[in-house]
């Protein structure tokens, strides 16, 4: 997951190696590398196989997604999801 990589970075052990790093840009929606959209295809297919074990449906995780700006902020704000359950569905759904 792109977010426990960034986290991992910040660690005192690891700061070493990334001295100097400034800035991270993440392509998650094929701005940059533009690839028919198969990226943003399989995340969106990751994030209703994580949504469905909570019950979600993946027509119902696309309306949160359009509701609150992503899935896992509207699952946070509809209690669907708690602050624990964020790292696992980024993990799993990324």
């Known amino acids: 997951c792109v977010f426990t990589c960034v986290r ?3 660690l005192p052990a690891a700061q070493p190696r990334f001295r100097g790093i400034t ?3 993440i392509d998650c929606d094929d701005c ?9 295809r399989r995340i969106t297919q990751s ?21 609150h700006g ?3 902020k509207g699952l946070l704000v509809e209690r669907i999801l ?3 359950g964020a790292e696992e569905f980024l993990t799993e759904a990324h």
């Open 8 to 10: 991992e970075m910040l």
């Open 23 to 25: 800035h991270i840009f």
């Open 32 to 40: 940059l590398y533009q690839n028919g959209w198969a990226t943003a």
């Open 47 to 67: 994030i209703g196989a994580y949504t469905a074990t909570l019950g979600v449906s993946k027509d119902r995780a696309y309306q949160l997604y359009k509701e």
């Open 70 to 72: 992503t899935c896992l």
């Open 82 to 84: 708690d602050e624990a």
